[in-house]
């Protein structure tokens, strides 16, 4: 079935009247949930190592979790596009390593992009490169996860002057070589105001204010299942002591054989 939402299509959304809606998933009944709530953008974020797998952060996603939870994800997903989320390590070191794992994205879990974190030189040429045969690329500045080492913790990002112009700048390369949407994670407001006000491709935000061209938030934290949600995050149900609480309901009726009834 061809889908509602290709790349082409989230890229037109860019100065049109809708913002453009993205969400994570990483099993197939939530990307069928969420394909049918009408979101545009499903991203399998490396978050997953932190979300599913219980990982302290996102640095020891593997390539094959990735593959693993994206092919479920594309199964479900009939009209959202779906972007996986290429795992540290997994294109930072050589443009080769970068295609044959953004190859398997496309070939073999049945995603319709990547996204990338950064905008470095190196990282420029790869994206040029994936673009050149074929990939398209989602960026990612601000915030970038899998440099927490390197921020010294999950820290908001572009808050003096000069870290703003330099995410500022990373954008416009970012569009230059070729990127067709970026996610600014944890800027201020203005900042990504003004970014998304001088390039030509969308840019969705995390954190980041509500100038951008879209939002993306973690479905866990919207569903209120998260025990600890950022500061950011809105939680449109509260899904964790519901669930809770049906455990314990079944814990208690099984343990006092009122369930199964005779
Ligand atoms: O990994 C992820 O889920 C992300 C989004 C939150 C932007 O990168």
Not at 19 to 41: K, N, Q
Not at 50 to 61: A, D, E, R
Not at 188 to 200: D, L, M, S, Y
Not at 214 to 229: A, F, H, N, R, S
């Amino acid at each position: 079935m061809a889908k509602a939402h290709t790349v082409p299509a989230i890229k037109d959304m860019k100065g049109g009247t809708e913002p453009i809606v993205a969400l994570t998933a990483y099993d197939h009944p939530t990307s069928r949930m969420l394909d049918e709530a009408g979101v545009d953008v499903i991203l399998v974020g490396d978050s997953l190592g932190m979300v599913v797998l219980g990982y302290p952060n996102t640095l020891s996603v593997t390539m094959d979790e990735m593959i693993h939870h994206t092919r479920a994800v594309s199964r479900a997903a009939n009209r959202a596009l779906v972007v996986g989320d290429m795992p540290f390590m997994s294109y930072q070191s050589s443009e080769d390593d970068a295609v044959k794992n953004a190859g398997r994205f496309l070939g073999e879990a049945g995603a319709q992009a990547v996204k990338l974190e950064g905008a470095g030189d190196s990282i420029l040429g790869i994206i040029r490169r994936l673009v050149e045969v074929g990939v398209p690329v989602m960026g990612h500045l601000g915030l970038t996860p899998q440099s927490v080492n390197a921020f010294g913790g999950f820290k908001g990002q572009g808050k003096d002057p000069e870290s703003a112009k330099r995410i500022q700048e990373e954008a416009v390369r970012l569009e230059e070589v070729g990127a067709f949407a970026i996610v600014l994670e944890s800027i201020p407001a203005e900042v990504a105001k003004t970014i998304t006000e001088t390039i030509g491709i969308p840019t969705i935000g995390i954190g980041s204010g509500l100038h951008c061209d879209g939002q993306i938030l973690v479905t866990e934290d919207i569903l209120g299942l998260t025990e600890q949600p950022p500061p950011f995050a809105k939680a449109y149900a509260a899904l964790r002591p519901d669930a809770r609480s049906a455990a314990e309901r079944y814990v208690s009726e099984v343990k006092s054989r009122t369930f199964p009834e005779a």
